[in-house]
């Protein structure tokens, strides 16, 4: 084939999968997962000029015992992104860019992994034209083998889910695809008495790029120091050589992955956290027995390659394996001639496998296609060197044109499979917009539609909110969450709107809602939430309560508005409403204490604000809550008519901080006062 027809079959190859990568790539898969998304919210950081570490979620409080006795130095420029158990920078900052140009869409998120997924293609192609070199006395057939490499990549169908995933872990492809390359170009050129240390260094600045994409890329090393070590026992009496060569290799690699070693030797907490958590989490996992973990592993990776793959929906078509029925079958022709004549070729790519399905191998929920993805490119060189190989036994004259007919169904055959599977079966599976938080998505656009300035509530809370607060792009800190079910309420700030997002569990919530605000309207229900909303006219409390007095003031970071009491089935429930006038620095503990007129204590409450701790709170926002008291036999008569100075005994309220016990300030003692509403705040 002329080097013209080459590069025409290569750009159609590349066409294609530029399109299965691209193809309404917001849409499918519907909504944005939170993994996405969170790395969404870090690139958003970056634009706005924040400093990390960030931790946008509370349930993230591995931060404390990460960083012990010395905690990070803030910085605008991490070279490690901790949240979210902790992830590479390359991705993230190349997100960045991508959010710069496209807004915080879905779009903007995954479209850094589609181009590395194509770029994938292209490096694989290098890859393997510069392992199967083009000769004069080679077969014609071998000119196909780095195009079909490059095609089997393009329609593999993890590579295809991981490009149109907003996850970093195709980076690592093309990256790992190109220090192939360099290492065998100075290979070819050290052959060739030319000089190639350029080839090496480049390899190894490639390797040590790669440790910035993804935690398999930490395991991608060994392919080279592996391959040296068979290299070496070929060639016993090279050993100088094949020793500088690692040496320039690895200086090359350690000089550009200095700054992130220099990170982990100063929080070995984040080089090994992911990795442990990973390996001890799944199915398959062996409890207290790793070592039977992994060897178990190695059978289902091995059957997911062929036969049973992922079940996670969010990762694969459930059970679909890696390749398929045609695929796998050029890649065991493959393996069978890579093993048949154990050439340096042969071994490099065998190795080049092997490793790369060890981060697979070493996890819990193995088979896990995610840590698999970057055995695609020496998957594709095999099944390609598989269709050259048995195109190859084609008897000649017009034989060999049916043959090679007939393997071009095949491939066709192989790649309809992939679009049939991707975009009809697995885009359309009923629980796939369930697994990547399509009603969050839909909530956070709903919410960032509504006009600012406004407040909005999120009500029952949820420990994962980072796709709510990637829709929402620049306004994602104005979203508070509240637990509801009759603990405290929320309610805005006098003057502006709010905006409540009630899930369908939340009804008690919307009740409570409704009783505070009868001026709130229930707008209809959307997917997975119903809006409820406060106009900015609506009274923020209830014309019955009592009005505190104008100085009641706990520290001057929390007043006391209004308050009423009612008793029944001898209990005393007690509603205060709560201005905040600052941000309140700690998480208090608020009480009630109910009091005889000598100052004995009678019955008390004291806990948090429930569902809603005074960190949350904003400057100005008002909040309700409600204290109830059982009422002891001992209390006087006549407190149930009324509480207050002329009543035998009377209330208390104030805050303290739980674990030192200091007060916030002084208590406030309630008393009757008359009908005039309470005073703004």
């Given at each position: 084939?002329?080097?013209?027809?080459?590069?025409?079959?290569?750009?159609?190859?590349?066409?294609?999968?530029?399109?299965?990568?691209?193809?309404?790539?917001?849409?499918?898969?519907?909504?944005?997962?939170?993994?996405?998304?969170?790395?969404?919210?870090?690139?958003?950081?970056?634009?706005?000029?924040?400093?990390?570490?960030?931790?946008?979620?509370?349930?993230?409080?591995?931060?404390?015992?990460?960083?012990?006795?010395?905690?990070?130095?803030?910085?605008?420029?991490?070279?490690?992104?901790?949240?979210?158990?902790?992830?590479?920078?390359?991705?993230?900052?190349?997100?960045?860019?991508?959010?710069?140009?496209?807004?915080?869409?879905?779009?903007?998120?995954?479209?850094?992994?589609?181009?590395?997924?194509?770029?994938?293609?292209?490096?694989?192609?290098?890859?393997?034209?510069?392992?199967?070199?083009?000769?004069?006395?080679?077969?014609?057939?071998?000119?196909?083998?780095?195009?079909?490499?490059?095609?089997?990549?393009?329609?593999?169908?993890?590579?295809?889910?991981?490009?149109?995933?907003?996850?970093?872990?195709?980076?690592?492809?093309?990256?790992?695809?190109?220090?192939?390359?360099?290492?065998?170009?100075?290979?070819?050129?050290r052959e060739q008495g030319q000089r190639a240390w350029v080839w090496f260094?480049?390899?190894?600045?490639?390797?040590?790029?790669?440790?910035?994409?993804?935690?398999?890329?930490?395991?991608?090393?060994?392919?080279?120091?592996?391959?040296?070590?068979?290299?070496?026992?070929?060639?016993?009496?090279?050993?100088?050589?094949?020793?500088?060569?690692?040496?320039?290799?690895?200086?090359?690699?350690?000089?550009?992955?200095?700054?992130?070693?220099?990170?982990?030797?100063?929080?070995?907490?984040?080089?090994?956290?992911?990795?442990?958590?990973?390996?001890?989490?799944?199915?398959?996992?062996?409890?207290?027995?790793?070592?039977?973990?992994?060897?178990?592993?190695?059978?289902?990776?091995?059957?997911?390659?062929v036969w049973q793959g992922e079940t996670h929906l969010r990762h694969n078509?459930?059970?679909?394996?890696?390749?398929?029925?045609?695929?796998?079958?050029?890649?065991?022709?493959?393996?069978?001639?890579?093993?048949?004549?154990?050439?340096?070729?042969?071994?490099?790519?065998?190795?080049?496998?092997?490793?790369?399905?060890?981060?697979?191998?070493?996890?819990?929920?193995?088979?896990?296609?995610?840590?698999?993805?970057?055995?695609?490119?020496?998957?594709?060189?095999?099944?390609?060197?598989?269709?050259?190989?048995?195109?190859?036994?084609?008897?000649?004259?017009?034989?060999?044109?049916?043959?090679?007919?007939?393997?071009?169904?095949?491939?066709?055959?192989?790649?309809?499979?992939?679009?049939?599977?991707?975009?009809?079966?697995?885009?359309?599976?009923?629980?796939?917009?369930?697994?990547?938080?399509?009603?969050?998505?839909?909530?956070?656009?709903?919410?960032?539609?509504?006009?600012?300035?406004?407040?909005?509530?999120?009500?029952?809370?949820?420990?994962?909110?980072?796709?709510?607060?990637?829709?929402?792009?620049?306004?994602?800190?104005?979203?508070?969450?509240?637990?509801?079910?009759?603990?405290?309420?929320?309610?805005?700030?006098?003057?502006?709107?709010?905006?409540?997002?009630?899930?369908?569990?939340?009804?008690?919530?919307?009740?409570?809602?409704?009783?505070?605000?009868?001026?709130?309207?229930?707008?209809?229900?959307?997917?997975?939430?119903?809006?409820?909303?406060?106009?900015?006219?609506?009274?923020?409390?209830?014309?019955?309560?009592?009005?505190?007095?104008?100085?009641?003031?706990?520290?001057?970071?929390?007043?006391?508005?209004?308050?009423?009491?009612?008793c029944h089935n001898n209990t005393l429930t007690v509603s205060l409403t709560?201005?905040?006038?600052?941000?309140?620095?700690?998480?208090?503990?608020?009480?009630?204490?109910?009091?005889?007129?000598?100052?004995?204590?009678?019955?008390?409450?004291?806990?948090?604000?429930?569902?809603?701790?005074?960190?949350?709170?904003?400057?100005?926002?008002?909040?309700?809550?409600?204290?109830?008291?059982?009422?002891?036999?001992?209390?006087?008569?006549?407190?149930?008519?009324?509480?207050?100075?002329?009543?035998?005994?009377?209330?208390?309220?104030?805050?303290?901080?739980?674990?030192?016990?200091?007060?916030?300030?002084?208590?406030?003692?309630?008393?009757?006062?008359?009908?005039?509403?309470?005073?703004?705040?």
């Amino acid at each position: 084939m002329s080097q013209k027809s080459s590069r025409w079959v290569l750009l159609l190859i590349l066409l294609l999968a530029a399109f299965l990568r691209l193809w309404r790539l917001g849409e499918m898969p519907p909504g944005l997962y939170h993994d996405e998304a969170y790395n969404g919210l870090d690139a958003l950081s970056l634009l706005q000029g924040q400093t990390f570490p960030q931790f946008y979620e509370g349930w993230e409080l591995y931060a404390a015992a990460a960083h012990g006795d010395a905690p990070p130095p803030s910085t605008r420029w991490p070279v490690f992104f901790e949240g979210n158990y902790g992830r590479e920078p390359l991705h993230i900052y190349l997100m960045a860019a991508s959010i710069w140009l496209l807004g915080n869409t879905p779009v903007a998120v995954r479209i850094v992994p589609a181009i590395a997924g194509i770029l994938a293609v292209y490096t694989t192609y290098l890859a393997a034209a510069v392992l199967f070199p083009s000769r004069r006395e080679q077969t014609a057939s071998l000119d196909w083998l780095p195009l079909l490499a490059a095609f089997f990549v393009a329609i593999f169908f993890p590579s295809i889910h991981f490009s149109r995933f907003g996850l970093r872990v195709m980076l690592f492809l093309p990256i790992s695809a190109l220090a192939a390359t360099c290492f065998w170009c100075g290979l070819s050129r050290r052959e060739q008495g030319q000089r190639a240390w350029v080839w090496f260094t480049a390899a190894g600045i490639f390797i040590g790029l790669g440790l910035y994409t993804y935690a398999a890329a930490r395991l991608f090393p060994l392919v080279f120091l592996l391959f040296a070590l068979v290299w070496l026992w070929q060639e016993r009496e090279g050993w100088r050589g094949i020793a500088g060569i690692l040496l320039l290799i690895g200086g090359a690699a350690l000089l550009v992955a200095l700054p992130l070693l220099l990170f982990f030797a100063r929080y070995p907490y984040f080089f090994v956290f992911r990795m442990a958590y990973v390996a001890n989490k799944g199915k398959g996992t062996v409890a207290d027995q790793p070592w039977l973990t992994w060897l178990l592993n190695v059978g289902r990776v091995l059957r997911g390659l062929v036969w049973q793959g992922e079940t996670h929906l969010r990762h694969n078509l459930p059970a679909r394996p890696f390749l398929d029925p045609i695929q796998a079958a050029f890649t065991i022709l493959g393996l069978a001639q890579a093993l048949r004549r154990l050439s340096r070729v042969g071994m490099f790519l065998l190795i080049w496998l092997l490793v790369m399905l060890l981060p697979s191998i070493l996890s819990g929920d193995a088979p896990h296609f995610g840590r698999m993805a970057g055995a695609a490119p020496p998957l594709a060189v095999l099944a390609a060197w598989g269709v050259v190989w048995l195109h190859a036994q084609l008897p000649r004259r017009r034989l060999a044109r049916l043959g090679a007919a007939a393997i071009s169904l095949l491939l066709l055959g192989s790649a309809t499979i992939t679009f049939y599977d991707y975009f009809a079966r697995y885009t359309h599976h009923p629980d796939l917009a369930r697994d990547f938080y399509a009603p969050d998505w839909t909530l956070g656009q709903f919410a960032a539609d509504f006009p600012a300035p406004a407040a909005l509530y999120l009500s029952p809370a949820q420990a994962e909110m980072a796709t709510i607060y990637f829709a929402l792009g620049d306004r994602w800190p104005a979203l508070r969450s509240f637990t509801g079910e009759g603990g405290a309420v929320p309610a805005g700030i006098p003057g502006q709107p709010a905006l409540y997002l009630l899930r369908p569990e939340a009804a008690t919530t919307l009740s409570q809602l409704q009783t505070l605000f009868p001026d709130g309207v229930v707008g209809s229900p959307q997917n997975g939430f119903l809006p409820f909303t406060l106009p900015a006219t609506a009274p923020r409390w209830s014309p019955t309560q009592t009005a505190a007095p104008a100085a009641a003031s706990f520290g001057g970071q929390i007043r006391l508005l209004a308050w009423s009491s009612t008793c029944h089935n001898n209990t005393l429930t007690v509603s205060l409403t709560w201005p905040a006038p600052t941000h309140p620095d700690k998480d208090y503990t608020a009480y009630v204490h109910l009091l005889d007129n000598a100052g004995n204590l009678l019955t008390q409450l004291d806990r948090p604000p429930a569902g809603y701790p005074t960190s949350n709170w904003q400057p100005h926002e008002i909040i309700h809550d409600a204290y109830t008291l059982p009422l002891p036999p001992n209390t006087p008569p006549g407190v149930e008519a009324s509480v207050g100075s002329a009543a035998p005994a009377y209330l208390q309220t104030g805050f303290y901080y739980l674990p030192t016990l200091e007060p916030l300030g002084s208590p406030i003692r309630l008393a009757p006062h008359d009908s005039t509403p309470p005073p703004a705040p």
